[in-house]
């Protein structure tokens, strides 16, 4: 169940609707992105188990300020029980302002994992009757950022009944081979739900040439009724344009309550640490 827990944690997409540069009256604007990167993170954890990324993104932005967004990408299915090995977005809200001053948006996404779930008791009832529930990852999020020039403020809120597959059953799964007794006490509580689970977190960037631009991202996760999945991750990024051509190389880390939830295996049986310090180099083409 750790691994479940890994992921759950690390699956999270950024939607930027008031970093969008606005479009001319009664035209819509339409962005695409192809991405290909060496490690796809999430608030400071690998969501591709430290092995390259491919995503496709899609932003449309009216004149009104009403935005959309749409992505599809590959994830780690080593993490993901069942799972077809992709994850896909959908997004709209809404932004104003100034992006060189103050400017602000919102909105709603919802993250879908095909065919991702697991079974684990979620009662004490369930571990001692030998029975469980079905757990999905499929997640939505309110969200709500403000920003002035070149720094930006962002919560997200998560609206759906659980936070990435987050429950009893992920969380308790560790104690279960080692310390029965101890299982069953952190199973009493019962079905809590991981509803409110808010992520705040502050983003910077910073025009070094024309071409080239240095960027930094401090967050801090706390999740409702399980504290055990808290974290603070930081990130900082540069990036290179070319036309519309984009290579960069990010540097994460994560630091978390408990480290154990953290310790992934993958099928071939190799084991890694999803919220270590990670380098991860990236390409995209923008059209």
Not at 23 to 31: L, Q
Not at 153 to 181: K, Q, W
Not at 221 to 232: D, G, K, M, P, Y
Request: hydrophobic share 35%.
């Amino acid at each position: 169940m750790k691994t479940k827990l890994c992921v759950a944690l690390a699956l999270t997409s950024t939607i930027s609707y008031a970093q969008t540069p606005p479009p001319e009256p009664d035209d819509i604007n339409i962005s695409s992105e192809v991405r290909l990167t060496t490690n796809r993170t999430s608030r400071g954890i690998t969501d591709s188990g430290l092995r390259p990324s491919t995503s496709v993104t899609v932003n449309m932005v009216h004149a009104s300020g009403i935005a959309g967004l749409i992505e599809l990408a590959t994830v780690s299915k080593d993490a993901l029980p069942n799972s077809n090995g992709t994850m896909a977005i959908v997004g709209a809200g809404y932004r104003n302002g100034d992006p060189d001053a103050f400017h602000y948006g919102g909105g709603f996404y919802y993250e879908l994992f095909p065919g991702a779930n697991y079974n684990a008791p979620l009662t004490q009832d369930d571990a001692l009757g030998g029975t469980g529930s079905k757990v999905d990852f499929d997640t939505g999020y309110a969200i709500l950022e403000l920003g002035y020039g070149p720094v930006d403020i962002r919560y997200e809120h998560t609206m759906t009944n659980r936070f990435r597959g987050i429950s009893v059953g992920a969380v308790c799964a560790p104690l279960a081979a080692t310390d029965p007794t101890a299982y069953l006490k952190c199973l009493a509580p019962g079905d809590l739900s991981s509803r409110g689970t808010g992520y705040l977190s502050v983003n910077a960037k910073h025009k070094l040439t024309p071409q080239l631009e240095l960027s930094g991202h401090i967050g801090v996760q706390r999740v409702a009724n399980f504290s055990a999945a808290n974290l603070t991750d930081v990130q900082v990024s540069l990036d290179y344009t070319v036309n519309r051509w984009v290579f960069g190389l990010d540097v994460t880390r994560a630091n978390v309550e408990t480290p154990q939830m953290y310790a992934n295996t993958r099928s071939d049986g190799s084991a890694y640490q999803a919220n270590d310090t990670a380098l991860a180099a990236r390409i995209s083409y923008k059209f």
